[in-house]
Structure formats: structure tokens, C-alpha cells
């Protein structure tokens, strides 16, 4: 079904969501938030970003984007205005319960694209239920981290209102994105200083107001950033995950035959 | 703020929401849900008609449009694909964290804009804690009866998948109504004689299997709907809803000042 | 067993329970609250009137009463003494552990009847949860607004403390109406005037204590109430109940058999 | 007040109750169940127990019965049509709340008086949490003890469905007693063994299904109870509890003056 | 395998629990608390208690002992440095999931074996869950009033910080125990008056602060402790735990035979 | 207080604790695991290693061991006998509950220490929570981690059951290892090449089954391990862990000074 007008679930009719995921079980939860952003950037970066890339991953995958947001877990913008922000027990209900629904008509692969770092952990906690309990098999792509290791060193790093998120929302809607609006960026050095310790594997500070990192909600230098480039990084990203997670999917339908004695023990439970 | 470019909460700025929240503090909660529609409507209908009207009378009433959706609870489709269903109380928990966040920020009246009839009950308990525990004035609007009033004559009532709702999909994205596949309506007659069941105001059958009103999941006459009439319905509406939101908040107002003692009581607790 | 000498479950033996479930499978569960109502009703009012015609509706069915109360969801009420409140969610769980045990022991047919608005929205959604997951056949009665269809007019319409209320209770307890006790009713008109407010289908005001429509708890002209206009009334709520059940009964009957496939995917979970 | 007509909180009006909390802020909690209890008595012997004593109690302590049935934790019956039983989580949610909302109106002082050993953890652990969290002054009295050791060696021990019960319910309806039914009890023998087992301080097995005591549901002897001796049993026990209870509130009293610190501690949280 | 090292769970490797699981499925749950204990005894008084005797019983009964502890439920030691509570709800979670886990690799006979008087509603809750729902037959003995029964005469009875609780401390590890530092023991009058208060069967007023009881937060005469006496009560505890439970399982083995029933009933569920 | 006879928290007394928080308010919650460890390591590996290097890190911090365990989230394991396992939810209200206890004593910094991987989501979760509604400093260490980066090269890498988990019990109890009987380790490379694939930052896949990296369930070399080499990790782990967590809890007390307007924010909640 090449001729899908849309990978969007809900722009789709039924009987074209019945065929898709007859067709390949695919299905990609773009994870995202709402929250401020600066003067420059929506408050739905977060979810634009992730709704975006996750687009230009299912036309590769061939797969459906489920509806998979708005919002997040983000008590750490809280103290600004157009920040709005879940529980992560909420949002690990949410999530497992759009999984669950599409697996019960079909969803075998689900790939978890995330531009929000908030929302890792509790989406960790619901992937591994949703592939133990109802026995998707799932892959969580860091899809942020994706854009830091590809753009990173071109763009100033992976930054809160940085180019880089700029680029993300320019490739999905450019009316949105207000260059000539950037202003008090908060420090740069203690910017990637702060965040830098809280994305060490083996120590991780719980800092829970951003205005730790930056006093004024937003740090980063989106000044370049145009509608091309950001085209040219999301065809990047979404062609740098579509490659590894059709690798990793095959590795994990490789490795994940054998545990039919894993599921007799949870009978009994 | 006349000259906000959009009211939707998520492509604002944080400057813009926050002083659009000093200059008006309403926010409108669109409620609706992803599920099928037929052959010819996409599985977003319900929150794209919620989204359509609640910005129309965002315009009408300076407020701003949260981001409501796009899910809603609807065990009733799920025997169709392309329905994604939250159960009654994950719902709710949305629900209120997404108001209470705005109304951590300043919002005080809130108008929750429902299509969908499956989340009329637990919005509506949602609806009476954001009141009474977070202080806001609150008012649930039925949109998809006040529709029903305004057009069921002339549309053949409000039923799933009808004129009405393609209307309202034509006001919104003209591109994704495809009257050229209508097909397969159930009977008018057991569609209507059962909806109408459901919808009395002192019995109430449990019909929770979408089956038992259209066996093939929609019934209607959608096919002279057009974006003309459907612009004219989505007016019609707005002005509507706005007129009678406008006066039932001034009323609220005046009978929710001597409340102080119910407070006190709940401290208490 | 024409001869049951009650209707009332907690009255009946083991014996006699198992038989009259084997012999017809229906029970009712009323439901009501323990809330103020003036100086002249008990505050037991909601939950005998739900008793009261719930007996008289399993005469004429052929059912048992379940012990469905006393206590209901009435925050509303808590500003005066007399009023015990429980959260939605206890509610739900109340209802739903209260009408599983017995669908354990064979009932089939649930019917719902409610006097307390308080109570409706968690009532629809433990309904909707018994029918989908044990199997029942749901029915929900809001027996208030029975009673208001064919009395309102005689009796000022349906108020708090009002005539319908007091003919209710006149029917179960007369002991406990105190016709000499009436006093500082509210103003008629605003009740009137905000009662209706609440009771729009298309608009729902958040009005969360009972002094915005009756300062003084109450309203309404029970004067004139009698024993025997009572029981008059009390026949007649339950003659038309009983006669609009069985054929609503029959109807799901009908349309529900077509239901196995949405069971079947509800075995995926 | 001692000319209160009653002592049901339910019988009587808000201008009473509110009058009665603040000349003595004592509510008692009837703790009950409704379950099978074999052909000769009610479902409802449990409650009713519970009830009749209650106001006994009430009368003397001059305090207010609140609704606090009629259901309870009662697993151990379910293979018995008649029974209805709550986990234990949603009966502690019940007992709380009950309780909350009367401390909210000026209740200070709460006797839970019980009748059915199944809710005693469940109560414990509520009891704990009303005085902890709502500052409650709370006494549990397992009335059925009481009942044992001021009736047991008459009345062959205290047995589920024995001469006690029999006596408690001819006190409080004797119309729904049926001596002239009394078939099939089980081994007396086998019954008290291990209930005895049940009821030791250091050894508690878990004894689930009531069929392992009593195969038919029930045993004793209440072949000679009389109605005379019931309603001298109530006295009995009522005259017991009562002065017991106002011994232990007084010391409680003396000993709960110096907690402060606790609270401030609590406030931490 | 009389020849295991050692029979704490955590100490052995996986093929030897295994090994000893096929053996015998008997799994003790030791329960206890840290907590307070005066300046004599370490906080961890209690859990260690449970352990020692828990290993005492398994050497005897050929079982398992699990990772039970250490933490309890007792809010009412919180007033002073060294305590740390769950909450009910939390610690019956815990042991729930933990004997769920092993009677899923095999466990049958659970033996929960309490020393801590907060923890005996929680666990008893726990302990008929598990029984019912996982099918393990389940016996709880509260060692510490066992202890009370074999050496309360000789010792001053059971105490908070007395000598039975610092000679089970001494046959665990006598260097954790400092007789030297014996202080400021509270009224050992009101301690025993407070304390009988507590553990009567039919009157159980709430006590929620310790020092209600003892206001230095322990009393007793431990001077006299010594290993050996710790080592003569531990022996003494542990066989006629062991004998009592062989006995009880053997009871439980022989009544729960015919509840086919009730598990069928369980089902409908 | 140079001279506290031990930093676990159980092992010391009511003064000894109240003394040291007050000295100070540092305390550190292990967290490990209770699961399969192959034919030589103990079940309780991951709670050994976590128990002993926060004690050697306390001695360098001055703080207190916490009675953090012994259980953790492992399901991956369960398909072995000797594995235990907590669900997410619960594993996050121990921790929660625990260092809220501490808290109210006068904790200030939160150090968790954790060996587990499977407890690192649900840790992250409760740290948040533990900082931002109970104020506690927190800084979560993966040990394991740090035991990788120190001695991976030379140890063959962190492996379920190999050498680095060997000289962690070995450092803690050498009787519990059994370098003897190692067998049966799966292939090595399968084992680094899954590792690795759970490990990346980018790309999660979930391995629910340990079976689907080491059939067997374990891998490693453990052969050359020894005691001296043991002591030697622990002292390494300690110093390095020590001077990280000391540089971060200073930047962290720098840069949470203006964190009051969150707060404020908060109490709106």
C-alpha cells in the first residue's frame, strides 16, 4: 500500500487502517510534550518534533503513526507558562492503553520514537509491559539523542530551544518558528555543563527545575537554522532510524522465539 | 491580544500564553476520540470536530485551545479497527492534569467541548473535581447536541458517521472526507431507533457494542454534505455555543461567590 | 414462587434466594444517598425512595432488591450536617463487587434505579464495566425523573425537599415525614431557575454545593403531601418502570446476541 | 437531647443530627455483612447484629448510628448464592469515607462496632488511618465476642448461623427468623474445632471457604431461642459494650493529650 | 538436603533452591520492622527476630526462608529517630509479590512467621489472598506472642525493648545488643496496663503513638539477658512453632481438599 | 561521630542514628536484587554488591546504609528458580516510603546506590518524587556502572554472573561464592553483543527473557576472582564514587537555591 495519502492513524479511514496493518503490524508512538519553548519556539516543539520524524520513519518502515501525544511528562517547565505536564503514571496508562488497542486489531512491531527526555523512564516501565503482557515486540528509539549524534557538533548540541529543535519544527511547520523572536538565551557553558551531568549513565542528579540549566527557560543558538536544513536532518534521522530499528527488529524476532516457558510462568501468576 | 495568530494551546509561544492567560484566563478543553468513522470519514473525526469548534469559539471568547485529545474513551468501536479507546479512568487523569497544569498558571474558567458521548460521564466527574478541588469555573458543553439541534432536521440527525459529522470533518480538512467511498450504511431505521434509546433522559440500556445500532459500524446520509454548509454549521454553532457559555459563566459567577464555608470544610478533610 | 414473603435480599434466606434466582435471574440494585433534606424529611429520603419503588418494581418483575445503599456520591450536600458522601471511585467499586457476587450466583438482568443525581455519572460508568466484563444485561432507570414526568406537574416539579421527595418517603415510612416541621424553603424561582441549568442536556454547569440553587438546603411546597397520594404515586412510578423495563430488556435482548466477536477480542487484553 | 426518636442516622433530619454532634460528638459504626446463613435465618443476620446493638449502644452512650452497612469482606461464603461480599481495599474505603464526612460535620469520638469476623483486618487498618489522619478518637468492639463470652456457654458457643445469631436477629426482627426451618447443620464437633483453630492469638491458617468448617454453611443449636432471650441478650451486651467503651474512651482521653509532636511530624509528609 | 548450608533464600545459589523447592515446597515469610528500640537494642530488632527464629523453623521443617523484611508498618514508632514505616497498603504489595514469585517456581506451604504486632492486619490480608488467588496454603503465627507464651512469665512479659525482644536479639547477634546502655525504660506499670489495652480480643482502642504506652518509647528489665538464655527461648520458640505448623498444615492438607467449587465460582469472575 | 561501630542503619540504635542525622543528614539507599545468579553465585549477588560498597561509600561520607532491599524489579529473570521479583509501582513505593521516613527524621541527601539495571527506571521515577514533593537532595549512582568503567577492561566486561559480580560478594561474604562450581556460562559474544544492544543511549530494544542474552542464564569468567582482588574493587568503587557524589551534591546545593518559585506553584496543586 505505497499509496497511503498519510501515515497519520487518524487521518486514515478504517478500512485503510485494516489493510495497513494487515499489510506489515508496524506501529510507531511518536512520544513527545507540551511545554515552553522561549520566545522563538511552540510549546508543542516537543511533540511536532516527534510527530515529524516519526512520519518520515513509518514512509520508510512502511508503518501507521499513531496518535501518540500531545503531551508528556514535564514537571521540570513547570515554573513557565505553556507548559502543561502528566504524571508518569498517567502517562505510562495512556501509552499502554493506545498500544494495547491497536494490538488487538493487529499491531505487532512497535517502535517508540521520544524527543522529550522527561518521558524516558516512564516509557521504559510501559514498553516492557506492553512486550511482556501483550507481547508486542517493541523498540524505544531515543530520537533527540539521534538528532544530537547526527547534528550535534554542527548545530551547538542538543539544546532546550536550541538549532537543533528549532530544525525539527521548521521541517514540520515553518510558520511556527520565529527566528526574528530569539532573545535571553540563558547561558550557554552552564547550558551544556547542567545538562551534560544529567545525561551521565552512571550518575544521575535529579534536577527538576529547568531554570537550573537555565534561568530563562531556554538555552542555545537557533539563529542559522533554516526550512532546508531542517528538511535535510529529518531525512537524516528518520533514514539513520529506520536502518538500525529494521536491524534491531530482526535481531529481537532472532532472539525472542525461544521464551515460551517465560509465558506458561505467568500463567500461574 | 485580537491579533493572536491561532488559538491553539501548542503552536503559541510562552510569552504569548502567558499573557494571554493575565489578559483572559479561559481555556477550552476539546474532547473527542479516535475511532471508525466508515469507509469515508477518517478515524479522527470526533476530535477534529472538537477541535474545529472549540477554536472557533476560542475567536468568539478569547480563550485558548488545550490539547484535549486526541484520545477519548470508546470500548463501543473497538470491534472495528482504527478505534484506539482509554479506559473511564485514565481519561479522567488526563483530564484534570491538563487543566490543573493551566490552572497552576493562571487559568480560572474552563469550557470542556465534548463530541464524543462515551466520554460525557467521565468528563463530567472530572468536571466536578477540577471545580471543587482546584477552584475553577467549569461548564461541559455537549457540542455534538447542540449540532444535533441546530442541524439534525435538516441532516438527518446527529448519527455516527452522518452528514453532521462530515460536516464538521469539511470544516476542518476538506482533504480528508472522501464522499466518493460512502458505502455500506446500516439501516437508517434500527440506527435511529436505537441511538434514540440510548440518548433518553430517564432509562438508559447499556448498548456497548457499536453493532447493535449500525452492524456495520456507521449509518447516515452523508452524501450532499459540503465545505460550504459545513463552514456555515461550524459558525452556527460556535456562535451558539459562545452566546450561551458567555451567559451561563456570568451566572456561575454570581452564585458561586458564597462558597467560602464549603472550603473551609474541605480543609478538614 | 409467587409466595416470596420480601423482596428485599437481605431479608430472604439462602434458600429462597436460590431458587428465585434460578427461577428468574433479575435484580435490582437501587441506588441512593444520606444527605440533608430540610428540617422535615430524614436524610435517608434518597436511598428509601430507591428502596421503596425498587420493591415495587421487583413485585411486578418478578426480582430481588439488592442491598444497593444507603450512601451515595453527593459532595454537593456536605455544607449541612446529615450529609455522608462517598468519592466516584468507591462508588463504582461498591456497585460493581456488590452486583458481580450475585452475578456469580446467576443474575443475568441488572436494573439500575436511581433516585440521586449525585450518582449518575459513576453509575453509568460501573454499568457500562458489568455489562462489558461480567457479562450482564444492563439497564439504568433514573427513577427521579420518572417520577417527575408523571408528577412534576401536580407537585412542582422535582426539588430538593419538595413534594415528590416527601411523597416518596410517605410511601415507605410516614414516621419519618414531619409535614408540622416545614420551614425556610428557599426561593422557588432560583431553584427552579438552576435546577434546569443543571439539568441541560447540552450544557453542564459545574454547580458543586447545593446553597447556589437553595441557600437553605432545600425548596419546594410539600404541604400537601399524603400517605395516600404517596402510594398512589409509588404504583404508578413503578407500574410504568416495570413496564418500560421489560420491553427495553427485550430489545437488548435482541440486539446483544450478535456479540461474540467483540468478546473475543476483549481475550487478547 | 434525650428525647432523639431515634438513633439511625438515616431516620432522622439535618437540624437533629447537626444538634445531637454538637451536644455529643459520638457516632458508632455498625460493621456487618450480608452472606448466607443457612435456611432458618436472614442474608442480612449479620448487619442486623450489627445494627440493634449499635443503637443499644447508642441509646446509652447517648451517640448516633451511622449507615455503615450492610455489606462487608465475606470471601469465605461466596460458594453460598446469598452472599454479597467487597475486597477488603473497597470496604476500608467505605469505613473511611463514612467516617470522614461525619469528622467533617463535628463527630469526634467513633465506636466501630462489629459483628462479622471477616472485616476485622480491613477495619483495624481503616480505624488506624481515621484516627491518624482525621483525628478521630477510635474504639473497635467485636461485638460478637462480647456476645460469646457473656452468652457462649448457654448458647453452645458462638457458631455462624447458631443460638447467638438466632438471638441477635429475634431482638431486632423476629419475623425474619424461621426456628421452624432449622435443617442440616453441620457437625457440631468438626465446626468448633476449627473455628477454634481460626480464632487462636499465635496460629492463624488461612481458612477461606466456610465449607471447611461447615460443609453445609452453617451449625448450632438455636432450636430454643426466643424472643424474650434475644432482647435480653441486646441488653446484656449493650449495657457491656457500653460501659466498657466509656472507660476506654476516658483513658484514650488521658493518654492522647501529649501527640503533638507526632502531628508536626506528619506535617512533613 | 539436610546437608543445605544454609536456608536464607538469599544466600543460596539458584540450582540449589531449586533443588530444594522440588524437596519441599515450604517457604517462610519472616515479618518484622526497623524501628526504635532504645538506647539498648538495635533498630533492626525486630526483622532480626524474625529471621533467627524463621531460620530456627526452617531447619526443623526442611524449608526455605524469603527475603520477607526488613521494613514493617509502624507509624506508631515514628515520633523518634531510627523508624521507618510502609504504609499497609505498600507492605502488603510487597509480600504478596514476593511469595507470588516463588510459588510460581513451585512454594505450596507458606508459613508467615510475624514478630511485629503493625504488621498482623496487613499481613492477614496478604496471607487470604494468597491463599485464595495462588492457591498456596497459607499459616501465619505470630511468634513474638508465642514467645510471650513460653517466656513471658520469667521475663516481664512481652515488651517494646524488654527482655524477650533483647534475648532474641543476643541468639542473632550478640554484639548488636548493649546491656550496659540500659536507660530511662518507661513506666513499666502504664506500659503493661496500655499494652493489655491493645491486645484484647473484643475491645481494640487505636494507640497510634508509642508513647501513649511507654513515653521514653521503650520499657522492660533486660539486665539479665544473656546468649545463652537467647539461645535456650530460641530453641524453645522454634520447636513448638515447628511443631504446631506440621500439625496445622496437615489439618489445612485434609479440610481443603473439596473447595473445587469455590474455584470454579472464581472464575465467572 | 569517627566512630559509629557500623553505617548500616539496622544495626545501630535509636540515639546512635538521631545523633548521626543530626551530624549529618546524609543517607544513602541501596538497591539490588534478589534473582538467579548461575551454580556459584548467591541469589542475593545484586544486594550483597549494592549493600557492601554503600557501606564502604558512607565510611567515606559519613552517612547512613539504609535498609534499602534485598528485592528489586527483575521479571527478566523469573524464568529461573531463585529469582523474586517486585512490580515497578511497588518497588517505587518502598523507596519512596523509606526515604520519606528518613526525611521526616531530618535526612537531607538522598544517595541511591544501585547494582540492579532492572531498577534504574522505576529508581529514576521515585527520585524525581523524592526531590520534588519531600525537598530531599538526590543523586542517583548506577554502580555497576562505575565497577564497568573501572574494571570492565580487565574483568571481561559487566556480565550477569561474571567476574565483577564475583569480587563483589567476594568483598561482602567469600563463603557465599563457590568459584568451584562455575558452569555452564552461555557463549560469551551472544552475551556482550545483547548487552549491548540494551545499553546503547539511542536504541532500547526490550529483552524481557535473560534467556534471550544467555541461555543458560548466566555468562562470564569468573574463574580468576579472589578476595584480595574484591576488596580492592570495593575500595576502588568507594573512592571514585565518594568524590563524584560529593562534587555533585555541591553543585546541586548551588544551583537548587531558586528553585522557591516551583514551590510556590506547587501549594496551588
Redesign the interface.
Known amino acids: 500500500m505505497a499509496d497511503l495519502p498519510t501515515r497519520y492513524?487518524?487521518?486514515?479511514?478504517?478500512?485503510e487502517?485494516?489493510q495497513q496493518?494487515a499489510n506489515n503490524p508496524l506501529v510507531i508512538f511518536p512520544a513527545g510534550s507540551?511545554e515552553?519553548?522561549?520566545?522563538?519556539?511552540?510549546?508543542?516543539t516537543d511533540?511536532?518534533a516527534a510527530n515529524v520524524i516519526s512520519h518520515s520513519v513509518a514512509e520508510r518502515m512502511d508503518g501507521l503513526v499513531?496518535?501518540g501525544?500531545?503531551?508528556g511528562v514535564t514537571?521540570m517547565h513547570?515554573?513557565?507558562?505553556?507548559?502543561?505536564?502528566?504524571?508518569?503514571?498517567?502517562y505510562m496508562?495512556?501509552v499502554k492503553?493506545?498500544c494495547?488497542?491497536?494490538?488487538?486489531?493487529?499491531a505487532k512491531y512497535l517502535l517508540i520514537l521520544n524527543w522529550h527526555e522527561g518521558n524516558?523512564?516512564?516509557l521504559?516501565?510501559a514498553?516492557?509491559q506492553?512486550?511482556?503482557e501483550?507481547d508486542m515486540?517493541?523498540?524505544?528509539?531515543?530520537?533527540c539523542?539521534?538528532a544530537a549524534?547526527l547534528y550535534g557538533d554542527d548545530c551547538g548540541g542538543l539544546t532546550h530551544g536550541g538549532e537543533i529543535e528549532a530544525l525539527a519544527v521548521l521541517a514540520y511547520?515553518p510558520d511556527?518558528v520565529?527566528l526574528d523572536?530569539i532573545d535571553y538565551s540563558s547561558d550557554l557553558e552552564l547550558g551544556h555543563k547542567?545538562d551534560h551531568?544529567r545525561r551521565t549513565?552512571?550518575?544521575?542528579?535529579?534536577?527538576?527545575?529547568v531554570?537550573?540549566i537555565a534561568?530563562t527557560?531556554w538555552y542555545g543558538s537557533p539563529e542559522h537554522a533554516t526550512v532546508e536544513k531542517g528538511l535535510r536532518m529529518l531525512d537524516d534521522i528518520a533514514d539513520t532510524i529506520a536502518a538500525?530499528?529494521k536491524a534491531?527488529f530482526a535481531?529481537?524476532d532472532e532472539?525472542?522465539g525461544?521464551?515460551a516457558?517465560?509465558k506458561h510462568?505467568q500463567q500461574?501468576?
Do not use: C
Open positions: 492513524f487518524w487521518e486514515l479511514t478504517q478500512p487502517i485494516k496493518l507540551v515552553q519553548h522561549g520566545p522563538h519556539l511552540p510549546t508543542g511533540i511536532f499513531l496518535p501525544g500531545p503531551l514537571p513547570m515554573p513557565f507558562e505553556g507548559t502543561i505536564t502528566l504524571t508518569p503514571e498517567t496508562r495512556v492503553e493506545t494495547v488497542s491497536t494490538a488487538r486489531h493487529g524516558a523512564n516512564p521504559a516501565i514498553a516492557e506492553l512486550h511482556r501483550y515486540t517493541v523498540l524505544t528509539v531515543q530520537a539523542y539521534v549524534e511547520r511556527l520565529h523572536r547542567m551531568l549513565r552512571a550518575y544521575q542528579p535529579v534536577l527538576t527545575d531554570r537550573s534561568p527557560g538500525e530499528a534491531i535481531q529481537l532472539v525472542q525461544g521464551v516457558e517465560v510462568l500461574v501468576r
